[in-house]
């Protein structure tokens, strides 16, 4: 693979789960890389330190990017730091499940605002540096939920679908700028987001998996990796990393 040095990444809610592996991963290619969390600082202080022993540079942003000031703010502020910003992974992402009769117009807002409205405000952001430097690397984490559906997940099927269309339609407009925009779809990952399914369900969920097992955070990093390193040729693509849960 080829290295990422003197690039930088941002990786939003790169705290901890697979937003942290995203991060380490990219700082062990050489990227600089910016963490973002909105409330677990001192889980983004610990990827900041895997990053340095990894040899790389970081820079931790505390930022809400459900909130577009914020969000905005937040690449500003990257930019500002590091002066240029060349591979953005949207990660930050929340759920909030219920069955369509116990939603609430908050859950619904609150899903599709962190997970899918952040996506634009942070690439309508980023733009105007990767435009000028003719290089960009968009990274979009959608989940395979975002394809299938899934019950009790209509909020956050509807982000995840929504980072899908939005990606095509961003790599549409993009290519010609040598940006490139892809989304990454993973199945169930082993982190806190999974933790929190009861563990009877997490048992009926392994016998849906052809691979029978859960993904690990650093699977889905190693696809970032390759997509900002190597995908050049790339865009406009959903990459399944998923155990064959969805095919
Ligand atoms: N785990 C899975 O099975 C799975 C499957 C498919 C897709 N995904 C997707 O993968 C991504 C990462 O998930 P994960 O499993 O690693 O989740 P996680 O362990 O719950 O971590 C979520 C991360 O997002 C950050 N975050 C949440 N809301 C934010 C906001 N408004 N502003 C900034 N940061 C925010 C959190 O930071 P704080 O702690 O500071 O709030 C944390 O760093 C998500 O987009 C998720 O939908 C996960």
């Known amino acids: 693979m080829r290295r990422l040095e003197n690039q930088v990444a941002l990786v939003t809610g790169g705290s901890r789960g697979i937003g942290r592996a995203i991060a380490v991963e990219l700082a062990r290619l050489g990227a600089d890389v910016a963490i973002n969390y909105r409330g677990g600082k001192d889980e983004a202080e610990e990827t900041a330190r895997l990053i340095e022993a990894e040899g790389g540079k970081s820079f931790v942003a505390q930022a809400d990017v459900s909130d577009k000031d914020q969000a ?106 040598n940006i490139t925009v892809n989304a990454i779809a993973p199945g169930f990952t082993l982190t806190e987001m999974l933790a929190q399914v009861p563990e009877n369900i997490q048992e009926k969920i392994l016998d849906k998996i052809p691979m029978r097992r859960f993904g690990k955070p650093e699977e889905i990093a190693r696809t970032v990796a390759f997509l900002a390193a190597d995908g050049d040729y790339i865009t406009g693509q959903q990459i399944n990393v998923n155990g064959g849960v969805y095919m």
């Open 72 to 177: 905005r703010g937040l690449v500003k502020q990257v930019v500002d730091h590091f002066g240029r910003l060349d591979i953005l992974v949207n990660n930050a992402g929340i759920t909030r499940d219920k069955t369509l009769k116990k939603l609430t117009d908050d859950d619904w807002d609150a899903v599709i605002h962190t997970n899918l409205n952040s996506v634009y405000y942070t690439v309508s952001a980023a733009l105007p540096s990767m435009l000028q430097q003719e290089h960009g690397r968009i990274i979009n984490i959608s989940s395979f939920v975002g394809q299938a559906g899934n019950f009790g997940q209509s909020n956050y099927s509807a982000s995840k679908g929504g980072i899908i269309a939005f990606t095509k339609s961003a790599a549409q407009e993009l290519a010609r700028n």
